[in-house]
């Protein structure tokens, strides 16, 4: 059988259009605060038809597990969860 061919662009690497890895920017957050200062932090944005193609849907609730280089999120039970549930960001 012949193997489905290797893609790699800026949004994702994979095979066909079922890439399993994102690779996505850290942005700057900027939030101000009292007295014309303002502070930073990190963002990460996710959002487009891929979330939908492993089963996220809006008005979802989600869990986030944080570790040390590594977020985990995963759809809130109620529904079994698996592979397609979940993704994970090294």
Request: charged share 30%; net charge positive; with cysteine.
């Amino acid at each position: 059988m012949r193997q489905p061919r290797k893609i790699r662009n800026k949004k994702g690497v994979g095979t066909s259009r079922r890439w399993t890895v994102r690779q996505l920017k850290v942005y700057r957050k900027h939030f101000p605060r009292a007295r014309y200062k303002t502070v930073v932090f990190p963002e990460i944005r996710l959002c487009g038809q891929w979330l939908q193609d492993i089963g996220f849907e809006c008005g979802q609730t989600v869990l986030v597990q944080r570790e040390p280089h590594r977020i985990t999120i995963t759809l809130k039970a109620g529904r079994a969860t698996g592979d397609g549930d979940q993704i994970k960001m090294e």
